[in-house]
Nanobody, 119 residues
Framework: QVQLVESGGGLVQAGGSLRLSCVAS????????MGWYRQAPGKQRELVAE???????NLADSVKGRFTISRDNGKNTVYLQMNSLKPEDTGVYLC?????????????WGQGTQVTVSS
């Protein structure tokens, strides 16, 4: 199993920046994809960005050009650099890890970190 701990959330004005971090522990060698999702009040959880072991990334259209995801495998950490933040970026940001053992696939979530963007 993999445990995830997020940090870096907070309150920021529109146009500002935040950097989120997610540190993985446990069976980290089995992780293939790490990513960030967000949950806004009254809305479904949505993918923000994800990064694979080979460094390839996938970003939601709504954050392209503003957010960057990166991964430091040596530190078992994934980062989300968020620039030009908008009020609609407000929500709980959750780190997700996809790992596998044999034919079994595991999805683990962190507890989340709150991001609030004021207008």
């Amino acid at each position: 199993q993999v445990q995830l701990v997020e940090s870096g959330g907070g309150l920021v004005q529109a146009g500002g920046s935040l950097r989120l971090s997610c540190v993985a522990s446990g069976s980290t060698s089995s992780i293939s994809i790490m990513g960030w999702y967000r949950q806004a009040p009254g809305k479904q959880r949505e993918l923000v960005a994800e990064v694979s072991n080979d460094g390839s990334t996938n970003l939601a259209d709504s954050v392209k050009g503003r957010f960057t995801i990166s991964r430091d495998n040596g530190k078992n950490t994934v980062y989300l650099q968020m620039n030009s933040l908008k009020p609609e970026d407000t929500g709980v940001y959750l780190c997700r890890a996809r790992s596998s053992s044999g034919i079994r696939v595991y999805i683990n979530w962190g507890q989340g970190t709150q991001v609030t963007v004021s207008s």
